[in-house]
């Protein structure tokens, strides 16, 4: 089963989209098997990561604006194209195991729907494939 879902990302930034997924998975009725979140867009991405501790969110972002800081070289017309090699870097889709109608995911880690080019509304997906 495929699942759309809209959010609005005012700035750059990571938004926790861990309860959408999770609510995709309980409408499946999938006891076990893998849910694919998938990000359509070039200047965004979805990661793994922790949620415990919202410093890390600040750090990631910190650490990716550094690796990829806008240049004056740059020539690509829209000039977001720091945002298109941070989305690059993270990457457009996760894969989540299912068991027991659950996620698989570690004590602290949470789904990220990652921005990089806000203010923007935005879709991502949740594909759910298993047995129910």
């Known amino acids: 089963m495929l699942f759309e879902y809209s959010l ?19 409408k499946s009725g999938a006891s076990d098997g893998a849910a694919v979140v998938y990000c359509p867009h070039t200047t ?10 919202p410093d890390v969110v600040r750090d990631l972002l910190f650490a990716l604006g550094k690796t990829f ?3 004056p070289e ?4 829209e000039g977001n194209s720091a945002a298109h090699m941070k ?16 996620l698989v995911l ?4 949470g789904i990220y729907f990652c921005e990089f080019d806000p203010p923007r509304t935005r879709k991502f997906y949740v594909k759910v494939m298993g047995q129910r």
Do not use: L, M
């Open 8 to 26: 609005s990302t005012p700035r750059e930034d990571f938004r926790d989209i861990t309860p959408q997924v999770r609510e995709a998975v309980a």
């Open 106 to 109: 570690g004590t602290w880690q």
């Open 74 to 77: 740059f020539r690509h017309a």
């Open 69 to 71: 800081p806008d240049r």
């Open 87 to 102: 989305a690059s870097a993270v990457g457009s889709s996760v894969t989540v195991i299912i068991d027991g109608g659950k």
């Open 44 to 53: 965004a991405g979805i990661t793994i990561n922790e949620n415990a501790d």
